[in-house]
């Protein structure tokens, strides 16, 4: 099965002259590689040969990935995601930030925003990308998000985190969760965990190994060497028809069990829906000045914390408190999960009008012709609704405003409708 994979990136961490030569560009948090997008701008084999190691079975590969505890290294991760929708743009406004009940940088123009972390997510939610990315244990992780034009870089120095943004050249420094608190270990900002979570193919497997089960195949589909390493190819497929999900490839390096390279293929075929690799990666300890970080001259600083206690000031009486939410759940329905495995759903109770209808007159009128073309209307014991679908995942969204979504087809969402009318 080929398999691409973009030219390798130029390792390296000047924050200096290459930085001033980057443009502005927004980037989020990346979950995969689009192969067809990505095969427009010149790719080599991921999979470069199938080397000869020894036979291991599933179970034993499974408990590898498991095992496999790195807490140093240094690479270069491709990331892309094709699921059918548009490149989606940068996420303004006052978007949390490094977690731990911070809430960053955020607002308008000039006071941090470009450079909030959770800023970057929708960004990265669609398209190609690529990732430089370091660990020494939880106390020091970087990523960087670099393009030809630009680079954005969260650094997790101890106590210390950076996030800067290249493109509006603003640097924005927060405490690290728990800093100064005796006896506690410092925690990774949100957006940068430990195990640089959701950024690397190690998280991605890892996550997708708890779902193996009863309703899951597991096999070992050969070998391959990827990012130089010899690896496993570990072959997951959902055993439940109703599922979206073709298949999941994950590359397992032989050597350590950290997982390599993840692509899931929807069933419906085609470029992966999701693919993350490393181009090149190391596990040897990494230089201390990988994780320094100081602004380059001329960049806007941007106390974090301060930033952050002012949005709390300013945003918090309209945020739900965990009571709200957990009212919501009990008197409202909130947010519930059927079925199992790969065909669970998740839903939210609407309580009332839901979509247009297409009856209204003027403005609503319009809103239910504009829906209609995005989104295919059904009809059920439940009553009326529209599915919206992408490669992936499909949602259901009933006329009484009650929502269905999961990696799942068209008819299971019909039928998990009419069971709970």
Avoid: C
């Amino acid at each position: 099965m080929p398999r691409n994979e973009p030219t390798q990136v130029t390792d390296g961490w000047d924050e200096g002259r290459s930085l001033k030569r980057r443009k502005a560009v927004r980037y989020g948090v990346p979950v995969a590689v689009a192969g067809v997008a990505a095969a427009t701008i010149g790719l080599v084999p991921a999979f470069a040969g199938s080397p000869d190691l020894p036979k291991i079975s599933a179970q034993d590969l499974i408990a590898k990935v498991a095992k496999s505890d790195v807490q140093q290294l240094s690479g270069t991760v491709r990331v892309s995601t094709d699921l059918g929708l548009p490149s989606l743009p940068g996420v303004g406004g006052a978007a949390g930030g490094f977690g731990g009940g911070q809430a960053g940088a955020g607002g308008k123009g000039g006071d941090g925003a470009s450079a909030a972390p959770q800023n970057k997510l929708m960004e990265l939610a669609s398209g190609a990308h690529t990732l430089r990315v370091a660990a020494d244990g939880p106390e020091k992780q970087r990523v960087s998000i670099v393009d030809k034009a630009a680079e954005y870089s969260l650094v997790h120095n101890g106590n210390e985190v950076w996030a800067y943004d290249s493109g509006s050249n603003t640097a924005v420094h927060s405490t690290a969760p728990d800093a100064g608190r005796h006896g506690k270990q410092h925690r990774a900002p949100e957006g940068l965990p430990k195990g640089l979570k959701g950024a690397t193919p190690q998280d991605l497997a890892k996550q997708a190994l708890k779902a193996a089960g009863d309703t899951t195949s597991v096999t070992v589909d050969g070998t391959a060497t990827v990012a130089g390493r010899d690896a496993y190819q570990l072959l997951i497929k959902p055993k439940q028809a109703a599922s979206t999900v073709g298949s999941i490839r994950v590359a397992v390096d032989a050597a350590n069990g950290v997982p390599l390279k993840f692509t899931l293929t929807p069933k419906s075929g085609g470029a992966a829906a999701i693919d993350v690799g490393y181009t090149n990666v190391d596990f040897a300890k990494p230089a201390a000045s990988t994780f320094s970080f100081t602004p380059p001259k001329g960049a806007k600083v941007v106390d974090g914390d301060k930033a952050g206690a002012k949005a709390q000031r300013e945003h918090g009486k309209n945020l739900p408190s965990h009571q709200d939410a957990k009212d919501f759940k009990k008197d409202k329905g909130g947010l519930n999960v059927i079925g199992k495995g790969w065909t669970s759903i998740a839903t939210i109770k609407g309580a009332g009008p839901g979509l247009p209808s297409g009856k209204e007159k003027g403005a609503g009128g319009d809103a239910a012709k504009f829906l209609d073309s995005i989104g295919e209307k059904v009809h059920g014991s439940f009553g009326s609704g529209r599915v919206f679908s992408t490669r992936l995942v499909n949602a259901l969204v009933t006329d009484h405003g009650t929502v269905y979504a999961g990696a799942v087809d068209k008819q299971a969402l019909i039928d998990a409708a009419n069971a709970a009318k």
